[in-house]
């Protein structure tokens, strides 16, 4: 069984839609375009979610991988 790790995911989940979840209680939803190896994320058509409800559109995004909690599939 071939061995999957936390860069691969990212690389398979690059162009499409992503939840990132911050250390402060946020969401970004938006479509990854790029990470380093740090997880610092670039989204693009990001929104930005409080309490499962929708608070703004902000288009590009950057986040340092330092406040993420989770990255996962849409």
């Known amino acids: 069984m071939e061995q999957s790790r936390p860069l691969d995911m990212l690389n398979r989940a690059r162009n499409n839609t992503v939840l990132v979840d911050l250390k402060n209680g946020l969401r970004y939803v938006g479509k990854l375009q790029a990470f380093d190896i740090h997880i610092n994320v670039v989204l693009e058509e990001a929104e930005e979610h ?7 559109k902000l288009g590009n995004v950057f986040i340092r991988g330092d406040t993420i909690i989770t990255i996962s599939p849409a």
């Open 50 to 56: 409080k309490d499962g409800e929708l608070k703004r």
